[in-house]
Structure formats: structure tokens, C-alpha cells
Antibody, heavy 119, light 107 residues
């Protein structure tokens, strides 16, 4: 059974940093692109960043470029999101998702971890 | 960036109804269109990928169609567990973008 379990969320002040983790199991982690998708309270979904199987390619939405860094450790079956210079507008539930997979879809999602940026 | 626009934003329906949700892309995305269902407090669930391919384990009452810029998600014979929010997502190019969502409520 595919499982994605996020951790690392919490309350942080504006300008602060946080590192999210996603532990993957039930599939060959090193064979898949992986992504982070977020959802602000009461709002829709926003793709944040993705990373290729071997980490050689990464992409992110403009609003986080230069502040967020996606990485992975295939030996540990883990995905990470280092978030720096956090802003109030980064407040959201952050989901780890497998993909882009078939035709660019995200076929499995974690339960999410809440990041709140507030003073 | 490719903009995705869903309609309607909200919809009331009854168990057993057949309904259609529309998603329009701001430029052609071929068939790189996916549909998700999200229930309150839960992660999204993939329903349809490549515009019309049913994800494994998803009931056959869900179907998708379209290509280019116009797409539809149809639910035939609404069940109580189908009341949720539905999102389309384009995977043609980054940044991958989602529609604003369609909230399906019980009439």
C-alpha cells in the first residue's frame, strides 16, 4: 500500500524557516517524480514544486522561487521542502504527492501538514 | 501560466442525479487534464487522468471527456459519498495549475 506521511509543520514567524519531510513507503520511491502541493485555508490547490527521480531536475512556482528548496533522499525514501523567508501568504496545508505520474497526474497524496506563518 | 476555469463554482444535486462539471484551459493542453475529488479535511484523490482515463479503483459512474481547451467531468448516478469538492488540473506545462474547484452539495 502506498503511503506518504508528512511532518514538520507548525507555527513560525514571518521571515522564519521550516523544513517539511515526507516519508514514502509501499512503492519504489526512486522511480517517481515527487511534488509538494499546498492549500491555503478555505482555498484551492496550488502546486509548489517537483523533483525528478534522481534529483537532477526541479521546478517550482514563481511565488516560492529563491525561498523554497525541494530535495529528496532516495536511500531514506524521503522528500523534503526547505522553506525560508516565510510569509503570511505561505500559510497552508502542505501535501506531499507522488507525481507528476501518468500524464502528469498526482496519483497518491499524503494527509498534509499545516504551516502557519504568523507573529 | 495556463489558467484553469471551472464552472459552476458550486452545485446542488440529489442522490441519483447525473451532473457535469466543466473545466476550460486558457490555451490548448491536448489531453493533459486530470480531475480530483476532495472531501473536507482530507487529501485530494485522483479520479481521472489524461482527460478520460479512469484511475484504478474509481467507480465507473465517473467519466471525463474533452481535449484542447474544453473538458468535462460527468458523474452518472450520484451517490451520497460523491458530495465533495472537485478540481481539474493541467499537466501540460509547469507551473501545473488547478481550477478553483466546484463544491458539490446535497440538495
Amino acid at each position: 500500500e502506498v503511503q506518504l506521511v508528512e511532518s514538520g509543520g507548525g507555527l513560525v514567524q514571518p521571515g522564519g524557516s521550516l523544513r517539511l519531510s515526507c516519508a514514502a513507503s509501499g512503492f519504489t520511491f526512486s522511480s517517481y517524480w515527487m511534488s509538494w502541493v499546498r492549500q491555503a485555508p478555505g482555498k484551492g490547490l496550488e502546486w509548489v514544486a517537483n523533483i525528478k527521480q534522481d534529483g537532477s531536475e526541479k521546478a517550482s512556482v514563481d511565488s516560492v522561487k529563491g525561498r523554497f528548496i525541494i530535495s529528496r533522499d532516495n536511500a531514506e525514501n524521503s522528500l523534503y521542502l526547505q522553506m525560508n523567508s516565510l510569509r503570511a501568504e505561505d500559510t497552508a496545508v502542505y501535501y506531499c504527492a507522488r507525481g507528476p505520474a501518468n500524464w502528469g497526474s498526482f496519483d497518491y497524496w499524503g494527509q498534509g501538514t499545516l504551516v502557519t506563518v504568523s507573529s | 501560466d495556463i489558467q484553469m476555469t471551472q464552472s459552476p463554482s458550486s452545485l446542488s444535486a440529489s442522490v441519483g442525479d447525473r451532473l457535469t462539471i466543466t473545466c476550460r484551459a486558457s490555451q490548448s493542453i491536448n489531453s493533459y487534464l486530470n480531475w480530483y475529488q476532495q472531501k473536507p479535511g482530507k487529501a485530494p484523490k485522483l479520479l481521472i487522468y489524461a482527460a478520460s482515463s479512469l484511475q484504478s479503483g474509481v467507480p465507473s459512474r465517473f467519466s471525463g471527456s474533452g481535449s484542447g481547451t474544453d473538458f468535462t467531468l460527468t458523474i452518472s448516478g450520484l451517490q451520497p459519498e460523491d458530495f465533495a469538492t472537485y478540481y481539474c488540473q493541467q499537466s501540460y506545462s509547469t507551473p501545473y495549475t488547478f481550477g478553483q474547484g466546484t463544491n458539490l452539495e446535497i440538495k
